[in-house]
């Protein structure tokens, strides 16, 4: 299994970014897949999470703001990110599961499958 993130960046604050990440060796019809991050001297944590039926989740900080979506054609995770604040830089990982909880879909515990990272940075 390979997960491979792209699209992070530096942006000003209010503005959007969208994280891509390319999934390949992961063949499971059950699934869930997910966008955490990680601040320095910060844990990590969950961001959004979809299923393979196209629920999602959300971490109440970025509700209204983030929207996680996939490609099942392209085997694509995405993550766009609008009216970003400086409290959202951080390193971004996405992640993927065949065994998933529902109530459990931010937990990083849930995931075995993690891609290298992506930096976003939103300056004031």
């Known amino acids: 299994v390979r997960l491979v993130e792209s699209g992070g960046g530096s942006v000003q604050a209010g503005g959007s970014l969208r994280l891509s990440c390319a999934v390949s060796?992961?063949?499971?019809?059950?699934?869930?897949m997910a966008w955490f991050r990680q601040a320095p001297e910060k844990e990590r944590e969950g961001v959004a999470a979809?299923?393979?039926?196209?629920?999602?989740r959300y971490a109440d900080s970025v509700k209204g703001r983030f929207t996680i979506s996939q490609d099942n054609d392209k085997n694509i995770l995405y993550l766009q990110m609008n009216s970003l604040k400086p409290e959202d830089t951080a390193m971004y990982y996405c992640?993927?599961?065949?065994?998933?909880?529902?109530?459990?879909?931010?937990?990083?515990?849930?995931?075995?499958?993690w891609g290298q990272g992506s930096q976003v940075t939103v300056s004031s």
């Open positions: 992640a993927a599961s065949s065994s998933c909880d529902w109530w459990r879909l931010l937990e990083s515990s849930q995931y075995g499958n």
């Open positions: 060796g992961f063949t499971y019809t059950q699934y869930c």
């Open positions: 979809i299923t393979n039926f196209d629920k999602t």
